[in-house]
């Protein structure tokens, strides 16, 4: 590639993120305001929230393993990035509950898998030694932050209309970004790195168990954190700010991303995040004042950053190229359905017990742990990719 494309690619692929993440940042606070806008009841609220969860369990290992087939994975970003933007523009006119399920569960086929996606074709780029994979990927956190505030306030200003125009700003822009980036040659048929041998697949296996089981650590705090801040008595500012201050972290975890996967394995990471989570987590049980919150959500860099970072590099370093999306897309299934399975189980423990309910949360951050450390003790050994 030329000194011209690699400069593209530098600038593209960060955009890119920034684009897929500020639609999720819009849609995550403010599309059940959206939701409730449009007459829709608190149940028929919680099924169009759920429907989407379903749909892209069962769209995401498929178009992976699609991707690897056609070995163009711009290509079929590009047709994705189209399909959502195509799908979710229906939601402007649409009314009735049952149009909105249909059309947030055919989005979600489109829009979710394609995380996974960027992330496998970032990396592959990234070992080609064109792009800082850390570095691209923490505009997609700076992005979520943004379309946080700048919602924030339009929906303060103007209402909750304005949710999903806003939101198909942030599809257009990946759309727009996508076409920027080059298609990427198809790889050989090569074995993996270190995938061939059993005891590696088992350590793959059990590295991503680890990844999804720290990951589901966070349903209780992203389901009823800011309540049980409520009732603690803060302000919403105040939340506001230890849910801004978390994504910080993390984007400062993926600025220094490369250098931390040259010292440290990416199975350490992962039970880095699963320590970090118990830490957190089992602090949550109390009635902490805001000054010990604030370095419990710095955590947030080590259970989310470190772990996500440590999974997308396990799949890197262990999987040959032309299966990269198939295994980064498995992947996403695994930690979408433990997620799934920790918000479901949420519910009834939060309601039962209270914050006593983020006990869930330090056991399956004692899982990932125990998970990742058996991963690494299989795991061979050999130096970063700066992935």
Not at 28 to 47: A, D, K, V
Not at 314 to 336: D, F, I
Request: glycine share 12%; no cysteine.
């Amino acid at each position: 590639m030329s000194g011209e494309g690699q400069e593209r690619v530098r600038l593209a692929l960060p955009a890119a993120y920034a684009g897929l993440f500020f639609a999720l940042g819009v849609y995550m606070p403010f599309f059940p305001l959206w939701l409730g806008e449009r007459g829709l009841s608190p149940g028929e609220i919680g099924t169009a929230l759920a429907v989407p969860l379903t749909t892209r369990l069962l769209a995401t290992p498929i178009l992976g393993w699609l991707s690897d087939r056609i070995g163009k994975p711009r290509a079929v970003l590009l047709l994705l990035a189209a399909l959502t933007l195509l799908v979710m523009s229906a939601l402007v006119l649409a009314s009735g509950a049952g149009a909105i399920f249909l059309i947030l569960g055919l989005a979600a086929m489109a829009w979710n898998p394609s995380f996974p996606l960027l992330d496998a074709y970032a990396s592959r780029q990234a070992r080609a030694k064109r792009v800082d994979y850390g570095r691209s990927r923490m505009w997609g956190s700076a992005s979520f932050i943004l379309a946080n505030l700048l919602g924030g306030w339009l929906v303060g200003a103007a209402g909750a209309g304005v949710t999903v125009p806003l939101m198909l700003a942030g599809h257009a822009a990946f759309l727009l970004t996508l076409v920027m980036l080059p298609e990427m040659p198809r790889p050989p048929a090569a074995a993996g790195l270190h995938v061939s041998v059993p005891r590696a697949r088992t350590a793959l296996v059990i590295g991503i168990l680890a990844a999804a089981s720290v990951q589901a650590s966070h349903a209780v705090l992203y389901a009823f954190g800011s309540v049980t801040w409520q009732k603690q008595g803060l302000s919403l500012g105040t939340i506001g700010m230890l849910w801004a201050l978390g994504v910080v972290s993390e984007i400062v975890l993926f600025h220094f991303g490369t250098r931390v996967l040259r010292r440290l394995p990416p199975a350490l990471l992962l039970a880095i995040g699963g320590a970090a989570a118990m830490v957190r987590f089992g602090a949550m049980t109390f009635d902490l004042p805001p000054a010990l919150l604030l370095p419990l959500q710095l955590l947030h860099g080590a259970t989310f950053g470190a772990t996500y970072l440590g999974l997308v590099e396990l799949v890197a370093r262990a999987v040959p190229e032309h299966r990269a999306a198939t295994v980064q897309s498995l992947a996403g299934w695994t930690v979408s359905l433990a997620m799934a399975a920790a918000s479901v189980a949420s519910g009834p423990l939060f309601q039962a017990f209270g914050a006593n309910a983020f006990y869930l949360s330090v056991a399956l951050g004692a899982v990932g742990l125990l998970a990742a450390l058996a991963s690494a003790a299989l795991q061979p050994q050999r130096s970063g990719v700066g992935g």
